[in-house]
């Protein structure tokens, strides 16, 4: 059968019927994408709400330090637990919780530093809770402080990326954990740096030391806090060895005025609201892990790699000199000073009685001319330097330091026991290893048959 001729009636209908059927299906298409639309909408703000509330850490509020966290080894355990969350709060109370009983709970500020990394690591060793405290800047080689970071981790201990200036961020740290210590060793350090940045040390090592007390008085318990200060309070003190009874009213550099200035603080904030207070004097303390600012560590560096030394000699042509001292005995002097000090007597901010305040050299009772520094590490890497015998500069440095530690020996029995050469070797031996370095080194069997007692 033939179909039917088209008449214009049936051709109307029938372009209306295609038009109705196009309508629908663009409808149905905006339905859909308009569905579509609204999913990934709500996908994206549920992960907005995510990232605001996770990520930058609460502790960082330095935009300097924002892309390290990128670069960080750590980086993804730092976005899905530094943000104040559970995640967080777990690791900050696991970190911080004691092995052994009656342990310490001590909040360790400059854990990824020099003396920091070392405290913190035989802290958790003997079985004390240690919660690290550190903001990354990068006063030196920031690499270096994540390399300290991931040992840590590997003992345990978490470290929150923060500034000491942040009070929000530690009033946070001390409702979470009732910390019986602090370690306080965040600082800006270096003595000569002082006048280059100024601020730098106003800014931490009076403001930031200023913040963290105010922090500690209010909380409840207030800890004990054990805080490093410096052999360079003693400035142009010509009395020898330097006695804690010695004046410290001449400091030479910033830096020296600034550690000088803690120590008056803390008499204020142990005398107002009984917090109990123990500040250490370090003198030039070095070791493996140390520090790139410090002249032995830029002295090998340098030396290894043929660039001149700057040695300096006094006005009157003498020879510079330090009471270097190791930094495992550094380690044992803040722990045993961490062990023999006295809870704080206050609670709330107030004040319920008096409290313990102490000043401690931890020295090596042994000077040792700059020039006869390089010599041992010549010996060490195998390589003459080329030095330069210059007056000191007038940058804050001190002609000659030397600790009498009797007071720190009969309070808390320390005793350096690691004389120069032998401290040099094992820093020597970190630093070639640390940075792959083929050298002429000494080797371990030739240090091993020198100290067959290092071998055992
Ligand atoms: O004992 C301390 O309290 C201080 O010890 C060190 O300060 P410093 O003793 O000056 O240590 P270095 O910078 O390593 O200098 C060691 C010696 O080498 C000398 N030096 C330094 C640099 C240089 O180019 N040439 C040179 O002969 C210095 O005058 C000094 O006698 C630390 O850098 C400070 O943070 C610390 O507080």
């Given at each position: 059968m033939a179909s039917p001729p088209h008449t214009s009636k049936t051709l109307k209908l029938e372009r209306y019927n295609s038009y109705l059927r196009r309508l629908h299906s663009t409808k149905v298409l905006n339905a859909s994408s308009k569905l579509i639309f609204r999913v990934t909408l709500l996908i994206a703000l549920v992960l907005i709400l995510f990232f605001t509330l996770n990520y930058p850490p609460l502790s960082d509020k330095n935009p300097n330090h924002a892309h390290l966290h990128h670069h960080s080894f750590l980086s993804a355990a730092l976005f899905t637990s530094s943000?104040?969350?559970?995640?967080?709060?777990?690791?900050?109370?696991?970190?911080?919780?004691?092995?052994?009983?009656?342990?310490?709970?001590?909040?360790?500020?400059?854990?990824?530093?020099?003396?920091?990394?070392?405290?913190?690591?035989?802290?958790?060793?003997?079985g004390d809770g240690v919660l690290g405290l550190d903001n990354f800047n990068s006063y030196y080689d920031p690499s270096l402080k994540r390399a300290r970071q991931k040992l840590l981790l590997k003992n345990q201990v978490f470290i929150v990326e923060g500034d000491l200036n942040d009070a929000s961020l530690l009033t946070k740290l001390f409702d979470v954990v009732p910390f019986t210590h602090i370690l306080h060793l965040a600082a800006q350090a270096g003595v000569r740096y002082a006048m280059q940045n100024p601020q730098s040390y106003v800014s931490s090592n009076i403001a930031g030391f200023i913040n963290l007390l105010e922090v500690a008085k209010t909380a409840n318990p207030q800890p004990a806090i054990v805080w490093a200060s410096s052999s360079s309070v003693y400035g142009l003190n010509t009395q020898v060895p330097f006695s804690e009874l010695d004046r410290t009213d001449q400091p030479a550099s910033l830096y020296a005025a600034t550690k000088k200035a803690g120590e008056e603080i803390a008499h204020t904030y142990n005398h107002i609201y009984g917090?109990?207070?123990?500040?250490?004097?370090?003198?030039?303390?070095?070791?493996?892990?140390g520090r790139p600012d410090m002249a032995y560590f830029f002295f090998t560096k340098d030396i290894l790699q043929g660039k001149p030394i700057d040695v300096y000699q006094t006005q009157d042509k003498k020879q510079v000199a330090r009471d270097f001292t190791y930094i495992d005995d550094v380690v044992k002097g803040c722990l045993g000073a961490l062990d023999t000090a006295e809870k704080s007597t206050g609670s709330g901010g107030k004040k319920k009685g008096p409290a313990q305040l102490r000043v401690y050299n931890l020295g090596n009772t042994s000077p040792v001319p700059v020039g006869n520094l390089v010599s041992i590490l010549e010996g060490l890497l195998r390589t003459k330097a080329r030095k330069h015998v210059i007056k000191m500069p007038r940058n804050g440095d001190v002609p000659y330091t030397h600790a009498n530690v009797t007071l720190a020996y009969r309070d808390f029995g320390y005793k350096p026991t690691t004389d120069l050469a032998t401290g040099l070797r094992k820093f020597v031996k970190w630093y070639v290893d640390y940075y792959g370095i083929q050298t002429r080194v000494k080797k371990d069997s030739d240090i091993n048959s020198e100290h067959p007692e290092e071998s055992a």
């Open positions: 943000a104040g969350g559970d995640a967080w709060e777990k690791q900050v109370r696991h970190s911080s919780t004691p092995k052994k009983p009656n342990g310490l709970s001590v909040l360790v500020t400059g854990a990824a530093g020099f003396v920091g990394s070392h405290c913190s690591i035989a802290l958790k060793k003997r917090l109990s207070l123990t500040g250490l004097r370090f003198f030039t303390v070095y070791g493996p892990w």
